[in-house]
T-cell receptor, first 112, second 114 residues
């Protein structure tokens, strides 16, 4: 399968812990996006990379959220000191320039 | 872009009938629109897109219509099948506006009745 891959699919953690999610985009795609989706809502844009450069991060929900794409391939999204409100589905998408974004199946985060 | 959304939260149609899902958007600067289908436990799946220089685009069993005058977008699905049951989202972006991601609406849940 050459689609967008996200790991883990599910993450359960205690409040206050740090979590990290990984996204492997479609190999030839230069753009990578992170979104958050809560129940009954559409995805909400968080941040975006073109190759290794993070071009938009003002939409990250707080300074507890950070993302990296060190070599312009896979990306990680980290949430520090998790809170109950962080429980959601975290989606990654990739695209080749302005072609349609293709999404992975997400990482579902549950905070105990 | 905050008002991208759908008029109906749930749409129920008979198998074999055509369905129409509507979307209103408010950002007149948006120039690229995409319809996604999302099944339970999965990520959004690309269906069809349209740019603002077009008013209609057809795919396999799907047609997207764009009316820029009233800022309205619709997705028509012909001869609906059980596998079409899902939540459908429209999304918009201003491709000349920088590096923003897509703005999604809340979605319409399409239910196919046997």
């Amino acid at each position: 399968d050459t689609g967008v891959s996200q790991n883990p699919r599910h993450k359960i953690t205690k409040r206050g812990q740090n979590v990290t999610f990984r996204c492997d985009p479609i190999s030839e795609h230069n753009r990578l996006y992170w979104y958050r989706q809560t129940l009954g809502q559409g995805p909400e844009f968080l941040t975006y990379f073109q190759n290794e450069a993070q071009l938009e991060k003002s939409r990250l929900l707080s300074d507890r959220f950070s993302a990296e794409r060190p070599k312009g391939s896979f990306s990680t999204l980290e949430i520090q000191r998790t809170e109950q409100g962080d429980s959601a589905m975290y989606l990654c998408a990739s695209s080749l320039n302005w072609q349609p974004q293709h999404f992975g199946d997400g990482t579902r985060l549950s905070i105990l | 872009g905050e008002s991208v959304g759908l008029h109906l939260p749930t749409l129920s149609v008979q198998e074999g009938d055509n369905s129409i899902i509507n979307c209103a958007y408010s950002n007149s600067a948006s120039d690229y629109f995409i319809w996604y289908k999302q099944e339970s436990g999965k990520g959004p799946q690309f269906i069809i897109d349209i740019r603002s220089n077009m008013d209609k685009r057809q795919g396999q069993r799907v047609t997207v219509l764009l009316n820029k005058t009233v800022k309205h977008l619709s997705l028509q699905i012909a001869a609906t099948q059980p596998g079409d049951s899902a939540v459908y989202f429209c999304a918009e972006i201003n491709s000349g506006g920088g590096a923003d991601g897509l703005t999604f609406g809340k979605g319409t849940h399409l239910i196919i009745q046997p």
